[in-house]
């Protein structure tokens, strides 16, 4: 798929059905595309909340560790404070949440925990503004 620019939520709509689709011509199954489109699509919704416009790039992937597709999110945001924090289910990238605060702030820091458990990597690549967070899946582990 080519870069999709992301920058309201009618893009996170459209991410997550391109996802689906480009996972399933690399030989995703259909369980897995839906998972893949749950990547895409936290993803997509951290470019808005911390850093829009932002895009979304999905490609096919060959290295050492398989076959599979990567998943590349550039937003224009601040750089994380704590990426070992940020993924931590119910925590932003400083710390826990409080939980007053969760209704307010639109989530509950539970969307990198989620990209973390359905890939089997993910990295921070910081830019000169902003940066890229890169998720791969392979076919088989
Ligand atoms: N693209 C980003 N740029 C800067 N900070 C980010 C970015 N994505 C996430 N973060 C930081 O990491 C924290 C955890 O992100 P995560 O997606 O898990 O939770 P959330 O977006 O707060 O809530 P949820 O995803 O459950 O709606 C965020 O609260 C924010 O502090
Ligand atoms: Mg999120």
């Known amino acids: 798929m080519p870069k999709h620019e992301v920058k309201d939520f009618v893009d996170v709509l459209y991410v997550q059905t391109m996802t689906k689709r480009f996972a399933a011509t690399l030989g995703f199954s ?12 936290e993803l997509s919704s951290n470019i808005l909340k911390y850093g829009p416009p932002g895009s979304i790039e999905l490609e096919p992937i060959s290295d050492a560790g398989g076959t599979g597709v990567q998943v590349t999110a550039h937003d ?4 994380f404070k704590n990426l070992e924090l940020a993924v931590q289910d119910g925590w932003d ?9 969760i209704f307010r702030r639109k989530g509950m820091g ?14 921070v690549v910081p830019a000169p503004q902003g940066k890229s967070i890169v998720a791969v899946r392979y076919l088989k582990r």
């Not at 259909?30 to 699509?41: F, H, P, Y």
């Not at 224009?76 to 750089?79: A, K, Y």
């Not at 539970?110 to 990295?123: D, E, F, N, Q, S």
């Open 76 to 79: 224009q945001g601040p750089q």
């Open 30 to 41: 259909s369980r897995e595309c839906g998972e893949l489109a749950i990547v895409a699509s």
């Open 110 to 123: 539970g969307g990198l925990g989620a990209v973390v458990r359905l890939t089997h990597r993910m990295t």
């Open 93 to 101: 990238d400083a710390g826990p949440i409080d939980p007053v605060s």
